[in-house]
């Protein structure tokens, strides 16, 4: 699958998914069900590709996709697999089937919804951990919080909405601190090695001197 964008395929994949259910007319719950396992078990195959063409040799991302996105400031689309990612990456496809499954007798209303919500979480979910930019790791960060949010407030328990809010303001409280974090590195990233270059790839971050 040589210059096939595999990790693409795998983010975006389950967002295409979503986006096909928009037009199913919501009364037939049955086939947006089905359909959603489909596309589901479409990624978990293709999480299975990735992994049985990793090089577990070698430490070194692979997979990897780059392109421009915002240039001036250094804000780029790359996205890459380690070891570590690889694993999240392949619990994520695998349990998200089993999601499907588990919940066809359980959630009876608001099917759509509900199945729209947790495809783009999965495309959010495997975006944050492919992304080696940091601002596109950021960017599909917070994308986990609209889908979490009405998860949670729509289909939780009892106190559903205290419990959305809750995790709302925590999760953004978080990312905040975070963001702040990135946009230090970035500023910081060049200076080792005495030019103004300024970047948010991660990589690149882990190249310049006194990085390790």
């Not at 890459?80 to 392949?90: K, P, W």
Request: no cysteine; hydrophobic share 55%; glycine share 8%.
């Amino acid at each position: 699958m040589e210059g096939f964008p595999l990790l693409s395929a795998l983010v975006f994949v389950p967002l295409v998914g979503a986006l096909v259910v928009l037009f199913i007319p919501r009364t037939q719950e049955g086939f947006i069900r089905g359909w959603a396992i489909g596309v589901s078990l479409l990624v978990f195959l293709l999480s299975l590709t990735l992994w049985f063409g990793y090089d577990p040799s070698t430490a070194d991302f692979q997979y990897q996709e780059q392109y421009a996105w915002v240039p001036s400031v250094g804000i780029s689309y790359h996205l890459g697999v380690d070891g570590i990612s690889l694993l999240l990456v392949l619990l994520t496809t695998f349990l998200m089937p089993l999601t499907f499954l588990s919940t066809w007798s359980s959630i009876t209303r608001r099917v759509k919804e509900f199945t729209i919500f947790l495809l783009i979480l999965e495309t959010a979910m495997l975006g944050t951990f492919l992304s080696l930019d940091m601002f596109l790791f950021f960017t599909f960060w917070e994308l986990t919080l609209v889908p979490m949010y009405f998860l949670i407030g729509i289909w939780g328990g009892p106190r559903r909405i205290y419990a959305a809010v809750k995790f709302f303001l925590y999760t953004m409280t978080g990312s905040v601190l975070m963001l702040v974090a990135i946009i230090a590195l970035y500023f910081l990233s060049g200076s080792g090695v005495g030019n103004d270059v300024r970047t948010f790839d991660y990589v690149q971050w882990h190249q310049e001197p006194g990085a390790e």
